[in-house]
């Protein structure tokens, strides 16, 4: 079954929402984890002029195999291959330390697919701008810190393959160095 594009994108959102009922990202005060997703689709939609909606709606979906029991197998069926193929491709594994997880990113970013790229691109745009705090903490200051830093690395390997995402990662990475 093909679902008609608004619909793809619209099921993946809702599906990623039921998924992480309940879910709290860090930064921007602990807000709902949806609020992270919907930005990373919104993102991704931006800067393909809404061309592509296999590519937001697995951006809606990203973290799904890695945050909730769903499985590559349950994101084929209900949306499509291609989805399911890219969230797989966007999954850490969390058996491993956080530090390891981190390194594979680094390593593995430059033989992503052209359209995982985008979506790890729009994820650290979208992570490192929730990290920007009004009048940070030194605890906040360092972790903004450690993770631009590492979100650099990783982006360095996923850079090409759209101008406008490079330039809002530029920019989001200037506005998180103006506040340390």
């Not at 937001?56 to 197998?73: F, K, P, Q, Y």
């Not at 033989?111 to 705090?133: E, F, G, M, V």
Request: contains cysteine; charged residues 30%.
């Amino acid at each position: 079954m093909t679902l008609p594009p608004i619909r793809l994108v619209s099921e993946a959102a809702e599906f990623a929402a039921r998924r992480h009922n309940g879910m709290a990202r860090k930064g921007r005060g602990n807000e709902p984890y949806i609020n992270h997703l919907a930005e990373v689709a919104n993102l991704l939609a931006q800067v393909t002029d809404g061309a592509d909606a296999e590519l937001v709606a697995a951006g809606w979906l990203h973290d799904t195999i890695e945050d909730t029991a769903t499985t590559r197998e349950e994101l084929a069926q209900k949306f499509s291959a291609r989805v399911a193929d890219l969230v797989v491709e966007c999954t850490d594994d969390m058996s491993l330390p956080k530090a390891a997880r981190r390194q594979k990113q680094i390593e593995d970013a430059p033989h992503k697919s052209p359209d995982a790229k985008l979506i790890k691109i729009a994820d650290k745009i979208s992570n490192t701008l929730a990290r920007i705090q009004p009048q940070p903490s030194e605890d906040e200051r360092d972790d903004l810190a450690d993770y631009v830093a590492w979100a650099e690395k990783v982006v360095a390997g996923c850079r090409g393959g759209n101008a406008r995402l490079d330039r809002m990662f530029n920019d989001a990475v200037r506005l998180a160095r103006s506040t340390l």
